[in-house]
């Protein structure tokens, strides 16, 4: 069992680490405090190939699979949670359009959302439809005349969603067949009938905009339509199973980087006239943050692996992002007892950690649906 | 046009650098990165390709593990890289590696329209003489402390820094470069797809055999034996033990700190 | 007959190259002369300064004062601006014709690419950045006893040996290496301006110097460069990590905030030139701009001098910079943490202190 990186992931991984503490790490503060997009470093990612991760080159990508994906997005999770999920998030869009699209909407879309640097977005959530996909109330009509589907309906906290240039969206075509009748888009965001609502204030992730969609009387070319008529459940299903590997991922980095960063204050803070680290309660919190993180990490790398030999990898996604996101608020909430009254000043980006850590129990499927999905293949 | 980078992969002097209890610099604690300088040259070097497509050749003198550092610069975008590897080689000091990567341009080749860029100086020796050596060799011109260097056909125009001020040199190719750094200097990123195909491109080891018949090397004057300079003694200056409280805080405390400083060779 | 740079007994006299620019003979160039004057009476030979330049001639006496028994100056219009081929030429020439044993040359941005091709042409060993030399056996060994960690009980040390030995920082600093250069000449050498101690000048050593010009053979094709322009230049930006030397105000200032940043700036001014900082509560009350702040949310620096006036050294600022070389700090409070990482420390009031600190640094400097 070969455990170690390519020459070439290996090279990967420090260009991450690079980019993370060169690019990332000087604004995340400022970010999350303005609580605004940063674009100009989305722009720098698409310039040294980030956001076309697992997209052949023909294409405008940078090749790689799910592994790659696992290593930026973790190498950025440490040090910018917003980033690491603006890519996780983002390379939901291209990946869909590579797996289901049309040769045509390949060559359309997918240069756009690589080298072209435009954000790509996931949009099936709605008011009533969060863990429970079928609620989506959204229809998309075909209109013979035109040789359109006009979209109406709303989405809700849909990461890029104020930015995204181009979107995927779950509609209904048959809504009296339930989620059988609901099919996928390419939706473009200057499409007349498309708006963007207000930004989400939320607890963390500040710099990946979270934003309300409005689609009234949207028109759609039917060409737009991403895989069959019907199929729609199964592509969403499908796509949030790689997602959740990514979310996995970001989950990886900011629980690793809160275990170096405790270490190194343990080593720094005297109290009673030796580093803390010298103390065995701190010693021992430490010890758990690392086993479990690691193993963390080996359940991330296995359903990677899986993903890329092209094995079935539903389960193990699950797995891995349920006990990854549930590690990572385990470690960030110790890592900021450790760091005791400095961990909780903006001064240290602990508590920013913490508030970003969270969400990766709630978003791409909440831990609890996560164990109906996981309890569902084991139990069959 | 071709224009040649020379480039150093050293121990980061700047980072973590832990101390043997003998006193001996633990040089494994260290780890290893493309000396700074260096990294700006290739941009440099980078920047002329984007504006004239022009070949640029990334070149080593160092152990078999340099052979990371070059698929790095590969993967920023140089076209092809060559490592000067040889036991033969190792120990050598300025006079004797700049002979050695000067005989290895003129083995592969430099035209009428080529360039050498080097970075000023490298992070662990701290001589910046590599560079101008090399274009003695050679018979080259050569510009030092480059911050801005413009290409038009054959002339060279050169932003050359001085301590207070710069000078605007031009020379024409074939010619020396050697680049600064500075606090708004910054080399690109290898990309995703340099990296993908970094170890595709053409990449050659030039040993000891390939070399040897040169004739700008002189066998007398490599490696370790051969080198003019020798290292007769080197040792770890002692360590900051802790600070000391001045007494007072009038005119004799100050003239105490300044005399300490004095000694010190602090001003 | 052919320059043969291992044909070591031929080699005799130590020489300085004394740079100057618009007329004006570098610091260095005393620091070089005093320390030479040192190395010839080590060695029992005569101390040269070799000037190159157009119309320079009335400056080689002033060397004289410094200690050089000589001055050699290579007079000519294409010398008047520094140009690589034409210095290293005429310095080549000379030094092939009369073959000094040492040459001695400042490590400034141009003696750092005149020196190298220097020593290639003359086919010998150039060593950079020393910061200290020795040829006399004796005071090599006392130099070793007193600056590194070395056991010497065990050491033999050959008494005679004349060569000499240059010393300088290698990896950043963290280690000291002493070089020699026994089989070619001139041993070459480079020295930091600042590193080597100013003598007192001497009118009666200016009055014996002997001036002699050199003859210059220059041609329009030996320069291979042309020095389209030469332009000054301050600095203004706040380049807090470009700096040798800092000197940070905290809260202790705020009785007399303008004062306080002034007194930090003539402070870094008697160091010989340095950036004023700030600790985090100077930069939140709006007295100084972020770009000074220095600390876990400012910038990390390490300059070779780190002066903390009225700061108390909270984590968060002690790791912006505790890794500087040598750091002072003055502060009221004599339990401040600051002092932990002090090298000096001041209990005291900084407006009263750092006046007498400015005072006391100004006239060490100019008695060297």
Same mark, same amino acid.
């Given at each position: 069992?070969?455990?170690?990186?390519?020459?070439?992931?290996?090279?990967?991984?420090?260009?991450?680490?690079?980019?993370?503490?060169?690019e990332?790490?000087? *604004?995340?503060a400022e970010?999350?405090?303005?609580?605004?997009f940063?674009?100009?470093?989305?722009?720098?990612?698409?310039a040294?190939?980030?956001t076309?991760i697992?997209v052949?080159?023909q294409?405008?990508?940078?090749?790689?699979?799910m592994?790659?994906?696992?290593?930026?997005?973790?190498?950025?999770?440490k040090?910018?949670?917003a980033s690491?999920?603006t890519?996780s998030?983002?390379?939901?869009?291209?990946?869909?359009?590579l797996?289901?699209?049309?040769?045509?909407q390949?060559q359309?879309?997918?240069?756009r959302?690589?080298?072209?640097?435009?954000?790509g977005?996931?949009?099936?959530?709605?008011?009533?439809?969060?863990?429970d996909a079928?609620? *989506?109330?959204?229809?998309a009509?075909y209109?013979?005349?035109?040789?359109?589907y006009?979209?109406?309906?709303?989405k809700?906290?849909?990461?890029?969603?104020?930015r995204a240039?181009i979107l995927?969206?779950f509609?209904?075509?048959?809504?009296?067949?339930?989620t059988?009748?609901m099919?996928?888009?390419?939706i473009?965001?200057?499409?007349?009938?498309?708006s963007?609502g207000?930004v989400?204030?939320?607890m963390?992730?500040?710099?990946?905009e979270?934003?309300?969609l409005?689609?009234?009387?949207?028109?759609v070319p039917?060409?737009?339509?991403?895989?069959?008529k019907?199929?729609?459940?199964?592509?969403a299903?499908?796509a949030?199973?790689a997602?959740?590997?990514g979310v996995?991922?970001q989950?990886?980095g &900011?629980a690793?980087?809160?275990?170096?960063?405790? *270490?190194?204050?343990s080593?720094?803070?005297?109290?009673?006239g030796?580093?803390i680290?010298?103390?065995?309660?701190?010693?021992?919190y430490?010890?758990?943050m690392?086993t479990?993180?690691?193993a963390a990490?080996?359940?991330?790398?296995?359903?990677?692996?899986?993903?890329?030999?092209?094995?079935?990898f539903?389960?193990?996604?699950?797995?891995?992002k349920?006990n990854?996101?549930?590690?990572?608020?385990? *470690?960030?909430?110790?890592?900021?007892?450790i760091?005791g009254g400095?961990?909780?000043?903006?001064?240290?980006?602990?508590e920013?950690?913490?508030?970003d850590?969270k969400?990766?129990?709630?978003?791409?499927?909440?831990?609890?649906?996560h164990? &109906?999905?996981i309890?569902?293949?084991?139990?069959? | 046009?071709r224009i040649?980078?020379?480039?150093k992969?050293?121990?980061d002097?700047?980072?973590?650098v832990?101390?043997?209890p003998?006193?001996?610099?633990?040089?494994?604690?260290?780890?290893t990165?493309?000396?700074?300088d260096?990294?700006i040259?290739?941009?440099?070097?980078? %920047?002329l390709?984007?504006?004239?497509?022009?070949?640029?050749t990334?070149?080593?003198?160092?152990p078999?593990p340099?052979?990371?550092?070059?698929?790095e $610069? $590969?993967?920023m975008g140089?076209?092809?890289?060559?490592l000067?590897?040889?036991?033969?080689?190792?120990g050598?000091?300025?006079?004797?590696?700049?002979?050695? =990567?000067?005989?290895a341009?003129?083995y592969?080749?430099?035209?009428?329209?080529d360039?050498?860029f080097?970075?000023?100086?490298?992070?662990?020796g701290?001589?910046?003489? %590599?560079?101008p050596?090399?274009?003695?060799k050679?018979?080259l011109?050569?510009?030092?402390?480059?911050?801005?260097i %413009?290409?038009?056909?054959?002339?060279?125009?050169?932003?050359r820094m001085?301590?207070d001020?710069?000078m605007? =040199?031009? %020379?024409?190719?074939?010619?020396l470069?050697?680049c600064?750094s500075?606090?708004?200097?910054?080399?690109?990123?290898?990309t995703?797809?340099?990296?993908?195909?970094c170890?595709?491109?053409p990449?050659?080891?030039l040993?000891?055999?390939?070399?040897k018949?040169?004739p $700008? =090397?002189e066998?007398?004057? =490599?490696?370790l034996?051969?080198?003019?300079?020798?290292?007769?003694?080197?040792?770890?200056?002692p360590q900051k033990?802790?600070?000391?409280?001045?007494?007072?805080?009038?005119?004799?405390t100050?003239?105490?700190l300044?005399?300490?400083? $004095?000694?010190k060779?602090?001003? | 007959?052919?320059?043969?740079?291992?044909?070591i007994?031929?080699f !005799?006299?130590?020489?300085?190259f004394c740079e100057?620019r618009?007329?004006?003979?570098m610091n260095?160039? /005393?620091?070089? @002369?005093?320390?030479?004057?040192?190395?010839a009476?080590?060695?029992?030979?005569?101390?040269?300064?070799?000037l190159?330049?157009?119309?320079?001639e009335g400056?080689?006496?002033?060397?004289g004062?410094?200690?050089?028994?000589?001055? +050699?100056?290579c007079?000519d219009?294409?010398?008047e601006?520094?140009t690589?081929?034409?210095y290293? !030429?005429?310095?080549?020439d000379?030094a092939? #014709?009369?073959k000094?044993?040492?040459i001695?040359?400042?490590?400034?941005?141009i003696g750092?690419?005149?020196?190298?091709?220097?020593a290639?042409?003359l086919?010998?060993?150039?060593?950079?950045d020393c910061?200290?030399?020795?040829i006399?056996?004796?005071?090599?060994?006392n130099f070793?006893e007193?600056?590194?960690?070395?056991d010497l009980?065990?050491?033999?040390?050959?008494?005679e #040996?004349?060569n000499?030995?240059?010393?300088?920082?290698?990896?950043?600093?963290?280690l000291?290496?002493? +070089?020699i250069c026994?089989?070619f000449?001139?041993?070459?050498s480079?020295?930091?301006?600042?590193?080597?101690?100013?003598?007192p000048?001497?009118?009666e050593?200016?009055?014996?110097?002997?001036v002699?010009?050199?003859?210059v053979t220059?041609?329009a094709d030996d320069?291979?460069?042309?020095v389209?322009?030469?332009?000054?230049?301050a600095?203004q930006?706040?380049d807090?990590?470009?700096?040798?030397? @800092?000197v940070?105000v905290?809260?202790?200032i705020?009785?007399?905030i303008?004062k306080?940043?002034?007194?930090?700036?003539?402070?870094?001014?008697?160091f010989?030139?340095?950036?004023?900082?700030?600790?985090?509560?100077?930069?939140?009350?709006?007295?100084?701009?972020?770009?000074?702040?220095?600390?876990?949310?400012?910038k990390t620096v390490?300059p070779?001098?780190y002066?903390?006036l009225? +700061?108390?050294?909270a984590i968060?600022?002690?790791?912006?910079?505790q890794?500087s070389?040598l750091?002072?700090?003055?502060?009221?409070?004599?339990?401040?943490?600051?002092?932990?990482?002090a090298?000096?420390g001041i209990?005291?009031?900084? /407006?009263?202190?750092?006046?007498?600190? +400015?005072?006391?640094?100004t006239?060490?400097?100019a008695s !060297?």
């Amino acid at each position: 069992m070969d455990f170690s990186l390519t020459k070439e992931q290996a090279m990967l991984k420090k260009l991450a680490a690079q980019f993370a503490e060169t690019e990332l790490e000087p *604004v995340a503060a400022e970010v999350d405090e303005a609580h605004v997009f940063p674009v100009d470093n989305f722009k720098k990612m698409a310039a040294v190939g980030f956001t076309g991760i697992g997209v052949p080159e023909q294409y405008g990508g940078s090749g790689g699979g799910m592994l790659e994906k696992v290593i930026a997005v973790s190498e950025f999770g440490k040090k910018c949670m917003a980033s690491a999920a603006t890519l996780s998030i983002h390379l939901i869009a291209p990946h869909a359009i590579l797996d289901y699209g049309t040769e045509e909407q390949k060559q359309k879309y997918l240069p756009r959302l690589t080298k072209g640097g435009e954000l790509g977005a996931f949009a099936l959530t709605e008011p009533n439809a969060g863990s429970d996909a079928a609620g *989506v109330k959204t229809v998309a009509i075909y209109d013979e005349a035109t040789d359109e589907y006009v979209i109406n309906g709303t989405k809700c906290f849909i990461s890029g969603g104020s930015r995204a240039e181009i979107l995927v969206v779950f509609a209904l075509t048959e809504p009296e067949l339930g989620t059988k009748g609901m099919s996928a888009f390419i939706i473009e965001r200057d499409m007349e009938g498309f708006s963007s609502g207000k930004v989400e204030n939320k607890m963390g992730l500040a710099g990946s905009e979270t934003a309300e969609l409005i689609f009234e009387d949207l028109r759609v070319p039917a060409a737009n339509m991403l895989g069959r008529k019907g199929k729609g459940f199964k592509i969403a299903m499908q796509a949030l199973d790689a997602a959740r590997i990514g979310v996995g991922a970001q989950a990886m980095g &900011v629980a690793e980087e809160a275990i170096d960063l405790s *270490v190194k204050y343990s080593k720094e803070r005297v109290q009673f006239g030796k580093p803390i680290g010298t103390l065995q309660g701190i010693q021992w919190y430490i010890a758990d943050m690392a086993t479990k993180t690691e193993a963390a990490k080996t359940l991330v790398y296995y359903a990677a692996y899986l993903a890329d030999s092209g094995q079935p990898f539903t389960k193990e996604a699950a797995m891995c992002k349920l006990n990854a996101s549930e590690n990572a608020r385990f *470690v960030t909430n110790l890592a900021m007892q450790i760091h005791g009254g400095y961990g909780y000043m903006k001064d240290y980006p602990l508590e920013r950690m913490y508030r970003d850590a969270k969400i990766t129990e709630i978003y791409e499927g909440t831990s609890e649906i996560h164990k &109906v999905v996981i309890s569902r293949a084991v139990m069959k | 046009m071709r224009i040649y980078v020379c480039v150093k992969q050293v121990p980061d002097t700047s980072g973590v650098v832990a101390v043997n209890p003998d006193g001996t610099l633990n040089r494994a604690s260290m780890q290893t990165i493309i000396n700074p300088d260096d990294l700006i040259a290739m941009e440099q070097a980078l %920047v002329l390709k984007d504006a004239t497509g022009c070949q640029v050749t990334a070149v080593t003198m160092g152990p078999p593990p340099a052979e990371g550092m070059l698929r790095e $610069l $590969l993967a920023m975008g140089a076209d092809d890289a060559i490592l000067i590897s040889a036991r033969e080689f190792g120990g050598s000091d300025t006079f004797a590696t700049s002979q050695i =990567i000067s005989a290895a341009i003129n083995y592969v080749g430099l035209g009428e329209e080529d360039m050498i860029f080097c970075g000023r100086q490298a992070i662990d020796g701290d001589t910046a003489q %590599v560079g101008p050596q090399i274009a003695e060799k050679l018979g080259l011109p050569q510009v030092s402390y480059a911050a801005e260097i %413009v290409k038009e056909g054959n002339d060279v125009t050169v932003k050359r820094m001085l301590e207070d001020g710069y000078m605007k =040199i031009k %020379v024409q190719t074939p010619c020396l470069i050697t680049c600064i750094s500075d606090q708004d200097s910054k080399a690109r990123y290898m990309t995703l797809s340099g990296i993908n195909h970094c170890y595709e491109k053409p990449y050659q080891v030039l040993d000891f055999e390939a070399l040897k018949d040169e004739p $700008l =090397i002189e066998l007398d004057k =490599i490696g370790l034996k051969g080198s003019p300079t020798n290292i007769f003694k080197s040792f770890t200056p002692p360590q900051k033990g802790v600070g000391v409280m001045l007494e007072g805080a009038d005119r004799k405390t100050a003239e105490t700190l300044a005399a300490e400083l $004095l000694k010190k060779h602090v001003i | 007959m052919a320059f043969n740079s291992a044909d070591i007994g031929a080699f !005799k006299d130590i020489w300085v190259f004394c740079e100057q620019r618009n007329g004006v003979l570098m610091n260095t160039d /005393f620091e070089l @002369i005093s320390e030479g004057r040192k190395l010839a009476d080590e060695r029992g030979s005569q101390l040269v300064g070799i000037l190159l330049g157009h119309n320079v001639e009335g400056l080689a006496k002033e060397l004289g004062g410094y200690g050089a028994d000589k001055v +050699i100056v290579c007079d000519d219009p294409q010398l008047e601006v520094y140009t690589t081929d034409a210095y290293t !030429k005429v310095i080549c020439d000379a030094a092939m #014709d009369l073959k000094p044993e040492v040459i001695l040359l400042g490590a400034s941005n141009i003696g750092r690419d005149l020196g190298p091709r220097c020593a290639a042409r003359l086919n010998t060993g150039l060593t950079a950045d020393c910061t200290h030399l020795d040829i006399d056996m004796d005071n090599y060994v006392n130099f070793l006893e007193t600056s590194s960690t070395l056991d010497l009980s065990n050491t033999k040390f050959d008494m005679e #040996d004349v060569n000499l030995k240059m010393t300088r920082p290698a990896f950043g600093g963290h280690l000291m290496a002493t +070089i020699i250069c026994p089989r070619f000449r001139p041993c070459m050498s480079t020295v930091r301006p600042g590193v080597m101690k100013k003598a007192p000048f001497s009118q009666e050593m200016a009055d014996k110097c002997v001036v002699e010009a050199y003859p210059v053979t220059l041609t329009a094709d030996d320069l291979k460069t042309e020095v389209l322009d030469v332009v000054k230049e301050a600095k203004q930006i706040v380049d807090l990590i470009g700096a040798d030397v @800092i000197v940070s105000v905290g809260r202790g200032i705020s009785k007399d905030i303008q004062k306080g940043i002034e007194l930090a700036g003539q402070l870094a001014d008697a160091f010989g030139g340095g950036v004023v900082g700030g600790s985090r509560v100077t930069i939140d009350s709006g007295w100084l701009s972020a770009d000074h702040q220095v600390g876990q949310t400012g910038k990390t620096v390490h300059p070779k001098v780190y002066v903390a006036l009225g +700061i108390s050294g909270a984590i968060q600022h002690k790791a912006g910079m505790q890794d500087s070389e040598l750091i002072i700090a003055v502060n009221k409070d004599e339990t401040a943490p600051i002092f932990e990482v002090a090298d000096y420390g001041i209990t005291g009031d900084l /407006f009263k202190v750092v006046p007498l600190m +400015i005072e006391a640094l100004t006239a060490a400097r100019a008695s !060297k």
